[in-house]
């Protein structure tokens, strides 16, 4: 079945370090890609999407590009900020019936 | 703002003493779901309508309802909550067309206690 695959955290950095999360997934047919993120406390918030290969989401000075080749939508930022601090998910919308698939979660902590 | 908004944000209930949280949506969405979360972990689906068809997940435990009135609400019944049921619920909107569906669109949540 369809899964989703991303890095292990926490990932700790310092204020204006470059950041990847990798995410790689297994799915049938030509899934939607997504990045969410949930700051503490909080609901989850959608972050950057891409619909099909190559599309490159972005938000926020954050990028993810949808790679068919590596099965991968791996998210990246140039400089990350304290305000970044949050656990970034990863989920693939199935094409068998359109529920959200979910990585396992990705704690960032930016120290600065 | 066309939003998502779930109440209450934060809920204390007794063990075995029924609860309700409800959600509500501006976006006019035919699609609502309704996911547990624990401690920051993936979101697990519960139950979703497309319109007024309700489908409930295989592992969602009978303690679990699910309402939905009209469009613009839902709401999640936990008929007898055990100390287990303490988590987040979150209510998430999408829209669903034919052969395709929207992003879904999340709530703040519900942060469940249970004494």
């Known amino acids: 079945g369809d899964s989703v695959t991303q890095m292990e955290g926490p990932v700790t950095l310092s204020e204006e370090a470059f950041l990847t999360i990798n995410c790689t997934y297994t799915a049938t047919g030509y899934p939607s890609l997504f990045w969410y993120v949930q700051y503490p406390g909080e609901g989850l918030q959608l972050l950057l999407k891409a619909t099909k290969a190559d599309d490159k989401g972005s938000n926020k000075g954050f990028e993810a590009t949808y790679r068919k080749e590596t099965t991968s939508f791996h998210l990246e930022k140039g400089s990350v900020q304290v305000s970044d601090s949050a656990v970034y998910f990863c989920?693939?919308?199935?094409?068998?019936?359109?529920?959200?698939?979910w990585g396992a979660g990705t704690k960032l902590i930016i120290k600065p | 703002d066309a939003m998502v908004i779930q109440n209450p944000r934060y809920q204390v209930t007794q063990f075995g003493k029924p609860v309700t949280l409800s959600c509500s949506q501006t976006l006019n969405h035919n699609v609502m779901y309704w996911y547990q979360q624990k401690s920051s972990q993936a979101p697990k689906l519960l139950f979703h309508y497309y319109d007024k068809d309700f489908n409930n997940e295989a592992d969602t435990p009978d303690n679990f309802q699910s309402r939905r009135p009209n469009t613009s609400f839902c709401f999640l019944d936990i008929r007898s909550p055990g100390l287990g049921d303490a988590a987040m619920y979150l209510c998430?909107?999408?829209?669903?067309?034919?052969?395709?569906?929207?992003?879904?669109?999340f709530g703040p949540g519900t942060r469940l206690t249970v004494l």
């Open positions: 989920a693939l919308s199935a094409s068998s019936n359109y529920q959200l698939i």
């Open positions: 998430a909107t999408s829209r669903l067309t034919s052969g395709s569906t929207d992003t879904q669109y």
